[in-house]
């Protein structure tokens, strides 16, 4: 599963925030050699708040996934960054996802608790006080889950749309865009994915809306675009916040090779923050875009070239989803030609391959659950393009969903395109030979739970019975079919019933 590791940031032209208007100016005193993320402007105007990584004065130091820092307008320029403190920093990564219209809240992408580690997931609200921020009231979202380790986020002006990216209940490649809307009640909907129109397989981060909320902004690393991270537009047709135009690239004016995250408009959409990598050596840095009064925007130009050998370049991390940390690797890709490699010891890797291709994408280290991915280059039309990973150790508890393992419909005959993802099983036990599974069976809810149940049983049967053939102990294998029972994605559409039918093993014994 193709996963985005460490977060990095956008934009295309500098300017500085000079109280109501802005004037071109680089952001000197806010770039550091340090990752800058998530930038947002106060509603006055008057303070630029972000989330920095790897800065040795965040409350956990460079380890840190992400602290939020500020700094003040000055009147000709901004100020020396400020730590935010305690108040508005928990473990995990910090950013801030909006502010109330008069700027006396302030919308956070995390929970937090006193005196220990967060042990629940959602948003949070401070509130503006004589001594600065308050400590953060939980908000709670029913069935809000994120398996990602970052998350980015989005409050509208009024406070009453959460857009946000997590790999959740509904998630169909890796982090997706879900919408939460608060009632009149107060209370907060159960999170909706936005549909297949905007998510993909790929990674989709970094959710804004437009102060009317028609028009969807965001960033993904789906292959067409101009590099590693790219942002694009939508527009909502309707209201059920799932039925969008197709996302429209914003082009070579804003979008590099580089990372694009984070695109957010103010000042009636005057002016743009957002963070870049194009040219701060990997890091991100904050920068800011106007619109002038003509409507004609400063937007400098950025040439794209093809190579000139006829290939592009998958670049990348591969990491531990437990804790973030490299892992050195074997990296296959499999078309009409083979491409392997070793990634180093930090989880880097880098590799030419041939576009208009697709390709079978295998990663394997010792100690982790081989990934087995299909990428298609097909529709590419950029030079490079960044793909990160994460494996899971092998351990007790560790649940594995087969993706590709794949049935005729209400039968349990076994699809073809199943056996990659099977033997990669089997490769699996048979470098590990004291790991033992259970693997369970499960349907989507529609039709006799019991007739539901029997087949997810016979579907797990086949499957015991294919990893046998190729020489591993039955004894190693149990198997279970949960019919109905255990649906990971909530609600009846088509795409929550496809993703509710599925096999996965659980390791049992390591």
């Known amino acids: 599963m193709i996963r985005f590791i460490s977060l990095f940031f956008v934009l295309v032209s500098e300017l500085c925030f000079a109280q109501s208007r802005f004037t071109p100016q680089a952001l000197t005193n806010v770039n550091s050699l340090y990752d800058e993320q998530n930038p947002i402007i106060s509603p006055d105007g008057n303070t630029l708040y972000f989330t920095v990584v790897g800065h040795p004065k965040n409350l956990e130091g ?59 997931q959602g948003i949070s609200v401070s509130t503006k006080s004589e001594n600065g921020w308050t400590f953060p009231e939980n908000i709670r979202i029913p069935y809000f889950l994120n398996k990602s380790l970052l998350i980015s986020g989005y409050v509208s002006e009024d406070g009453s749309i959460l857009l946000y990216s997590a790999e959740g209940y509904e998630t169909v490649g890796v982090e997706d865009l879900y919408v939460s809307i608060k009632g009149i009640d107060g209370s907060w909907s159960e999170p909706k994915s936005l549909g297949p129109s905007i998510n993909s397989t790929f990674q989709e981060l970094c959710p804004s809306l437009s102060a009317d909320k028609t028009t969807l902004y965001f960033s993904s690393n789906k292959p067409g675009g101009f590099g590693s991270y790219d942002v694009y537009k939508s527009k909502r047709q309707d209201d059920s916040w799932s039925n ?32 870049t990598t194009s040219s701060s050596n990997e890091y991100g840095d904050v920068k800011l875009y106007q619109v002038n009064a003509d409507s004609t925007s400063q937007k400098p130009s950025v040439k794209i070239e093809k190579p000139d050998n006829g290939t592009i370049i998958l670049t990348g991390r591969i990491s531990n989803s437990k804790n973030a ?53 097909t529709k590419l039309n950029s030079t490079k393009i960044e793909l990160n990973f994460k494996l899971q150790p092998i351990e007790i508890g560790v649940s594995v969903n087969l993706k590709s393992v794949l049935f005729k419909v209400s039968e349990s005959t076994l699809l073809a395109d ?46 015991k019975a294919y990893l046998v053939s190729k020489g591993i102990n039955a004894n190693r294998i149990q198997g279970k079919g949960y019919g109905g029972k255990q649906p990971i994605a909530i609600g009846d559409s088509e795409e929550n019933r496809r993703l509710n039918r599925r096999v996965e093993f659980t390791i049992l014994k390591d």
């Open 62 to 120: 460079k380890k840190a996934v992400g602290d939020i820092w500020f700094s003040r307008w000055q009147g000709q320029n901004w100020s020396v960054p400020i730590h935010a403190g305690a108040s508005l920093n928990a473990s995990g990564f910090n950013s801030i996802a909006g502010f109330s219209a008069d700027g006396n809240a302030v919308f956070l992408m995390n929970h937090y608790a006193k005196d220990k580690e967060v042990a629940s």
């Open 244 to 275: 969008w135009s197709t996302p429209e690239n914003l082009g070579a004016a804003v979008n590099t090779e580089g990372r694009e995250l984070y695109f957010r408009s103010f000042n009636n959409e005057s002016v743009t923050l957002y963070t």
């Open 325 to 377: 940390s490299g892992v050195e690797a074997d990296l296959q890709l499999k078309a009409d030609a083979n491409y392997v490699v070793r990634s180093a010891s930090t989880g880097l890797y880098e590799v030419q391959v041939k576009p208009s291709q697709s390709y079978t994408l295998k990663i394997e280290a010792a100690g982790y659950i081989t990934l087995l991915e299909k990428i298609d280059l």
């Open 418 to 463: 199943s056996y990659d993802e099977l033997n990669t099983v089997v490769d699996l036990m048979k470098v590990n030979p004291k790991l033992e599974i259970e693997l369970g069976g499960h349907t989507d809810s529609r039709g006799n739970a019991r007739l539901n149940q029997k087949l997810s049983q016979e579907r797990v049967d086949k499957v």
